[in-house]
């Protein structure tokens, strides 16, 4: 088949399995940056078998595809992405109380919506995950986490599909969790949904916390203005915005991407940034601190192309 009939092939597919679908679909609308070009293909599954069957015809047609959770730490090319974005909708946004102390929850469920039910239960633990502008796909994905807390902390067991159309379940010694890292960040599955062991609290000192950590981030972090949250991992001994910040960086800016003075550790999009524009300024930035302090800084922000 051409290249043309695989990509018709794989919407008629994607109709009939009940999914969503949008052709040409600017990322600019599907990432927290508010940057990027066209989706060729843009498609919302619904259940776990359209899930299956979206993923096994990319595969043995060898359409290039990508799993998209909230776009909160993606930058998108200007080109846009060849091939099928895939987000998770319909059932992979459920979430319910599995026992007193346990919450279960598709991969599409936000981050703001799972510690919101959390404190609706009376359950703490996820108190940290209150304002990431993410979901639990992405969140498990990357082990995130603030405040002193992580995913890794109450993430008691997740199933994934490999690309074979595998369903498999994981528990807690099997994620190789780390700093931004996990199991998911070493094969290419797809994280369905999750199981969270948590701790009954007392609801009031819950949502104090809560409202502590969003007031901190509001205090903090320039949330008035479209960004990926933090660009950088945190150093060896130190921070990527201490770092930045040392180095007379705030405010520089390349294009519409511009480094917050509200905090050296975000990049953001002032109007009409460009892919090209933050990829320059995080070059520019990454050189600047190494020349001047010796710290080589990596990338959290995942840019795709």
């Given at each position: 088949?051409?290249d043309?009939?695989?990509?018709?092939?794989?919407?008629?597919?994607?109709?009939?399995?009940g999914c969503d679908l949008?052709?040409?679909?600017?990322m600019?609308?599907h990432?927290t940056?508010?940057?990027?070009?066209p989706?060729?293909i843009?498609?919302?599954a619904?259940?776990?078998?359209a899930l299956k069957?979206?993923?096994s015809?990319?595969e043995e047609s060898?359409?290039?595809y990508?799993?998209?959770?909230?776009?909160?730490?993606?930058l998108?090319?200007d080109k846009?992405?060849?091939?099928?974005?895939?987000?998770?909708?319909?059932e992979?946004?459920?979430?319910?109380l599995?026992?007193?102390?346990?919450?279960a929850c598709?991969?599409?469920?936000?981050?703001?919506k799972l510690s919101?039910?959390?404190?609706?239960?009376?359950?703490?633990g996820?108190?940290?995950?209150?304002?990431i502008?993410?979901?639990?796909?992405?969140?498990?994905?990357?082990?995130?986490?603030?405040?002193?807390g992580?995913?890794?902390?109450?993430?008691?067991?997740?199933r994934?599909m490999?690309?074979?159309?595998?369903v498999v379940t994981?528990s807690?010694?099997?994620?190789?969790?780390?700093?931004r890292?996990?199991?998911?960040?070493?094969n290419?599955?797809?994280i369905?949904?999750?199981?969270f062991k948590?701790?009954?609290?007392n609801?009031?000192?819950i949502?104090?916390?809560?409202?502590?950590f969003m007031n901190?981030?509001?205090?903090?972090q320039p949330?008035?203005?479209?960004?990926?949250?933090s660009v950088?991992?945190r150093?060896?001994?130190?921070?990527?915005?201490?770092?930045?910040?040392?180095?007379?960086?705030k405010?520089?800016?390349?294009?519409?991407?511009?480094?917050?003075?509200k905090?050296?550790?975000?990049?953001i999009?002032k109007g009409?940034?460009?892919?090209?524009?933050?990829?320059d300024?995080?070059e520019l930035i990454q050189?600047t601190v190494?020349?001047?302090?010796?710290?080589?800084?990596?990338?959290e922000l995942?840019?795709v192309?």
């Open positions: 088949m051409t043309s009939q695989i990509k018709n092939t794989f919407c008629e597919k994607a109709l009939e399995c949008l052709m040409d679909e600017p600019s609308r990432t940056f508010k940057i990027g070009g989706a060729e843009f498609v919302e619904k259940n776990v078998e069957n979206l993923v015809w990319a060898k359409l290039k990508m799993l998209l959770g909230n776009g909160s730490n993606l998108v090319s846009g992405i060849e091939g099928a974005v895939i987000t998770l909708g319909g992979f946004k459920d979430i319910r599995v026992s007193e102390d346990t919450i598709g991969a599409g469920v936000t981050l703001a919101s039910f959390a404190l609706e239960n009376s359950l703490e996820l108190e940290f995950a209150w304002g502008p993410g979901t639990v796909g992405g969140a498990v994905f990357m082990n995130a986490g603030a405040y002193g992580e995913i890794k902390d109450v993430l008691k067991t997740c994934h490999t690309q074979d159309g595998q994981l807690e010694n099997d994620f190789n969790f780390g700093y890292k996990s199991i998911y960040k070493e290419k599955w797809t369905l949904d999750c199981v948590l701790k009954k609290g609801k009031e000192d949502k104090a916390k809560m409202t502590d901190r981030r509001t205090s903090k949330l008035e203005y479209p960004s990926a949250g950088f991992k150093p060896e001994g130190n921070f990527a915005g201490t770092l930045i910040e040392q180095c007379g960086l405010g520089t800016s390349v294009g519409g991407a511009c480094v917050s003075e905090h050296a550790g975000f990049i999009n009409g940034a460009t892919c090209k524009d933050v990829c300024l995080v050189k190494k020349d001047k302090t010796g710290y080589q800084l990596e990338r995942i840019i192309e």
